[in-house]
């Protein structure tokens, strides 16, 4: 497995210090922050770098706690290239697969109950997969390693119980 994401991670927050963000933790490929101005905190990670692919996007997952919106465990995708119209867009969490709904470079489960199904997969996988087809008709495909996203997860949301 690829290991590029804490220095990845910690160049893209450095050239964004306007966005104010409390470290949580990192956690294998997983990093957890708290964005107090919000209030959100979250588990995020960035995927397996794609091989001479070209991308739209600095693609990441994340887990996202909304205290004020009463929020908790809400997954996103930045995908790394722009979707096509009407593009199917599958989640495979080892041998589970969820269809997501989604637009541009973004990708959401369908509702809360998704997000808990998902959640409750990433906590005990190993890899997951994001698929769909892109703009411009090549194969969307980013791959997110999952060791250390439970802690990650387990630390966001320790993170906002303290601002909620």
Not at 27 to 48: H, K, L, N, T
Not at 69 to 96: C, G, M, P, T, W
Not at 117 to 131: D, P, Q, T, W
Request: hydrophobic fraction near 45%; aromatic fraction near 8%; charge should be positive.
């Amino acid at each position: 497995m690829k290991r590029y994401f804490i220095p990845a991670l910690a160049l893209t927050l450095a050239a964004t210090p306007a966005l104010a963000r409390d470290d949580l933790g990192i956690f294998e490929s997983w990093g957890a922050f708290r964005d107090p101005g919000v209030p959100r905190c979250y588990a995020i990670a960035m995927p397996d770098k794609p091989r001479g692919a070209k991308v739209d996007y600095q693609a990441y997952a994340d887990v996202g706690h909304w205290p004020k919106r009463a929020l908790r465990n809400q997954v996103h995708f930045r995908l790394s290239k722009r979707l096509a119209a009407n593009a199917a867009i599958r989640l495979r969490v080892d041998k589970q697969d969820f269809v997501l709904r989604g637009s541009g470079g973004d990708a959401w489960a369908a509702d809360r109950r998704m997000d808990a199904g998902i959640v409750a997969a990433v906590r005990s996988g190993k890899a997951m997969r994001v698929r769909a087809r892109a703009a411009d008709g090549r194969e969307i495909n980013d791959y997110y390693p999952l060791p250390g996203a439970a802690s990650a997860i387990d630390a966001a949301a320790l993170g906002c119980a303290r601002t909620g």
